[in-house]
């Protein structure tokens, strides 16, 4: 069975990340977006140590979108150099697991178990 995947990514609003997530959803890359909100950064930039408000998200999806997940994110993104990075998940609950695989498109995957809205 392919392996969950998380990705972790900022936004500059909130709209955007909601955005750009249900575009995402939509497209079945992700099962699945969390926004955080309210996320205070500091980071360097171009030689320039800045900071900002942001939004933090992380992405529910499948290790065999990896590279097209980036690709829609990085396309649709707002940020010059948008922050993408692939978390691998060790393990997972089989129900979670199942889900993602079911609501990404997964060969083989069978129906959603659990209560997805619940995120």
């Not at 990340?17 to 699945?32: D, F, K, P, S, Y």
């Not at 978390?87 to 069978?110: K, N, Q």
Request: with cysteine; glycine share 10%.
């Amino acid at each position: 069975m392919e392996r969950p995947l998380l990705v972790y990514t900022t936004f500059p609003d909130l709209a955007s990340a909601l955005n750009i997530g249900e575009a995402l959803v939509r497209e079945r890359l992700i099962a699945c977006i969390n926004v955080l909100p309210g996320m205070q950064s500091v980071f360097s930039w171009k030689g320039a140590v800045e900071r900002g408000e942001e939004v933090a998200a992380i992405l529910k999806s499948r290790e065999g979108l990896a590279d097209a997940l980036s690709a829609a994110l990085k396309a649709r993104h707002p940020y010059e150099t948008p922050i993408i990075l692939h978390l691998p998940v060790a393990g997972s609950d089989a129900d979670t697991a199942a889900w993602i695989l079911a609501e990404t498109g997964a060969a083989g995957s069978v129906g959603a178990a659990g209560d997805p809205a619940a995120g």
